[in-house]
């Protein structure tokens, strides 16, 4: 149980549009989600938290308009990487509260690309 | 800023036990200790967690030092397909949301 599904895994998109990215919990509700950013041989990063029915959180340094979250609902997350560019080329990955005291699932993350 | 270090990297030959160290001199009396590993492009999985008692389950074990200042994760008998990177984190209680912060991780690499 406690399965957090991202998607896509890889997308690769042309600099100037926008990427969306969705972050699921398939069994449980999860009234908060965290999205993370990591770059190759480093450690995660943490961009924000994700609540439910209001407004993300973002960490110190971290352009909200550039990355917006939406947390419509107790299942779905979604990271929106708005005018993408080169720079913003990264693997993402959202984790989901567990309703237990297991600690945070996390999904598989997500390779963006921009080209 | 993370509240726990690791080292680096570490080896361990297979079938061995790995033991991979903590420090959270930091740590306060309701955190709790969690451990993650990371396969090369994918998301972290959970390991283990412990508060203040040592833990075991299938996959590792997880000492606590008496006055939690440190910790070690003990996989009995290493195999390849456990190289990693392992991070510790501790995180407050579940009344709450507590985000966590990542350190540097320890590169487990099992060999051959």
């Not at chain 1, 979250?69 to 708005?82: E, K, M, Q, R």
């Not at chain 1, 993408?84 to 567990?98: G, K, L, N, Q, V």
Request: hydrophobic share 30%.
């Amino acid at each position: 149980g406690a399965v957090v599904s991202q998607h896509p895994s890889r997308v690769i998109c042309k600099s100037g549009t926008s990427v969306k990215i969705e972050c699921r919990s398939l069994d449980f509700q999860a009234t908060t989600m965290f999205w993370y950013r990591q770059f190759p041989k480093k450690s995660l990063m943490l961009m924000a938290t994700s609540n439910e029915g209001s407004k993300a959180t973002y960490e110190q340094g971290v352009e909200k308009d550039k990355f917006l979250i939406n947390h419509a609902s107790l299942t779905l997350s979604t990271l929106t990487v708005t005018s993408a560019h080169p720079e913003d080329s990264s693997f993402y990955i959202c984790s989901a509260t567990r309703p237990t005291n297991y600690g945070y699932t996390f999904g598989s993350g997500t390779r963006l690309t921009v080209v | 800023d993370a509240k726990t270090t690791q080292p680096p990297s570490m080896d361990c030959a297979e079938g061995r036990a790995a033991n991979l160290p903590c420090n959270h001199s930091t740590i306060s009396g309701n955190e709790y200790v969690y451990w993650y590993r990371q396969i090369h492009s994918q998301g972290p999985q959970y390991i283990i967690h412990g508060l203040k008692n040592n833990e075991t389950n299938e996959m590792a074990s997880l000492i606590i030092t008496e006055d939690r200042k440190s910790s070690t994760l003990i996989l009995p008998h290493a195999t390849l397909r456990d190289t990693a990177v392992y991070y510790c984190i501790v995180r407050g209680t579940t009344s709450g949301t507590y985000k966590y912060i990542f350190g540097t991780g320890t590169r487990l690499k099992v060999l051959a």
